[in-house]
């Protein structure tokens, strides 16, 4: 269910882009995480995703929620981290992303998703998810609401290895 929920999401979005959409075919399951590929027009993409174990906040409604990480080598584009938080994000909201002792803070809002601010903190963040065992987002609704999302980072490294061979990103 979630495989399926997270393909859908994925392809939904990827309709909203300047080329046309491949249908994502799975390329395996790795723990908490699932590995995905398709060729639009400019070539392949590769991408993760995974939605998180636990969420908490005083909210009464949420959409979805989850994080992918996705590789695009014919725009020389990898490693991007973009999370999906379920809501609109506060106006200049601060996200932050902890994952053991370090915390990322250099991240931008816009609507409901954030992104890291460039691509050396997206390889950051991508290197600390490799070494980690769980990922928790923060961040604050339009609303005000203070949300925490607890991700398992199992199964990351080995469907980081699977995009990165499909995508032809050397480590």
Partial sequence: MKKLFILTL???LCTNLKAYAGVPQVL???????????RDNSG???????????????YTKRGDI?????????????DVVNINAGYTYKKD????IKIGAKTFDKLFASGDK????SETADKEIVEAMKKGNRM?????SSRGTATKDTY????????????????????
């Fill in 114 to 117: 954030a992104w890291a601010v």
């Fill in 136 to 140: 928790v987002i923060h961040g604050t």
């Fill in 28 to 38: 395996g399951e790795y723990g908490d995480w699932i590995a995905y590929y398709y």
């Fill in 152 to 171: 398992s980072l199992k199964g990351f490294t080995s469907a980081y290895r699977a995009i990165s061979n499909k995508c032809g990103k050397k480590r």
């Fill in 10 to 12: 994925f392809a939904l």
């Fill in 66 to 78: 989850y994080t992918v990480i996705t590789h695009r080598p014919a725009e020389n584009s990898f």
């Fill in 93 to 96: 909201a601060k996200v932050l």
């Fill in 44 to 58: 392949a993409v590769c991408y993760m995703a995974s939605t998180p174990k636990k969420d908490e906040g005083k």
